[in-house]
């Protein structure tokens, strides 16, 4: 079966830095997708890394390592609008469907 | 921004009824999606669509669901018996080609099995 992992919930304060991490153990991999999730909302795409390394938009950045199954979210300069869920998906070799984590709940502070 | 558009909201019925969620996805999107999402639960895949027929479907895409696209715009997801466990949220989406730029999701419908 397929396996991705994410921490559950993170909390950290407005205009700081977070980092949500996902593993993921699938069977084929065509990519990796954060997407953000308001409650009771649609998931909104967010970042797509097929390649190792950095992809960068805007206040937020995603990294994947495809040798070590991992991947992470960047958020700069937090706002209170950032929190929410934010979630880790994968998709499989010649697949469009995706696999989804469970999701990160992250609560701003002031 | 085109959008995704699911009807209705919010759908209570009664176990054993059948019904009928329906979506209109983004005009020039060629690859159509259904997922749901229990309540505190992951997103899970039900079943995509490409060219007028299933190209995956899940586990949990069993009998009892069936999707079709009757005219040039919507896009269907039935559900013959309902169950109590089929209460959900169902998510359409749709992309275009390819995966780059993700997937557009629908608001959701809200489905209640009593």
């Known amino acids: 079966g397929q396996n991705i992992d994410q921490p559950t919930e993170m909390t950290a304060t407005e205009g700081a830095i977070v980092q949500i991490n996902c593993t993921y153990q699938?069977?084929?991999?065509?990519?990796l997708f954060w997407y953000q999730q308001h409650a009771g909302e649609a998931p909104t795409f967010l970042s797509y890394?097929?390649?190792?390394g950095l992809e960068e938009k805007g206040r937020f950045s995603s990294f994947l390592s495809r040798s070590k199954g991992y991947s992470y979210l960047l958020l700069k300069e937090l706002q209170m609008k950032d929190s929410a869920s934010y979630l880790c998906?994968?998709?499989?070799?010649?697949?469009?469907?995706?696999?989804f984590g469970t999701g990160t709940r992250l609560t701003v502070i002031p | 921004e085109p959008e995704v558009t699911q009807t209705p909201s919010h759908q209570v019925t009664q176990m054993g009824q059948e019904v009928i969620l329906r979506c209109v996805p983004i005009?020039?999107?060629?690859?159509f999606y259904w997922y749901r999402q229990i309540l505190g639960q992951k997103v899970e895949f039900l079943v995509s669509?490409?060219?007028?027929?299933?190209?995956?479907k899940s586990e949990i895409f069993d009998d009892q669901f069936s999707v079709e696209r009757p005219d040039g715009s919507n896009f269907t997801l039935k559900i013959r018996s309902t169950k109590l466990e089929d209460s959900a949220m169902y998510f359409c989406?749709?992309?275009?080609?390819?995966?780059?730029?993700?997937?557009?999701f629908g608001s959701g419908t809200r489905l209640t099995v009593v």
């Open positions: 989406a749709s992309t275009r080609q390819g995966l780059k730029n993700g997937y557009t």
């Open positions: 699938t069977s084929g991999f065509n990519g």
């Open positions: 890394n097929v390649l190792d």
């Open positions: 998906a994968v998709a499989l070799t010649g697949a469009n469907n995706l696999f």
């Open positions: 005009s020039n999107h060629l690859y």
């Open positions: 669509f490409y060219n007028n027929e299933i190209s995956e």
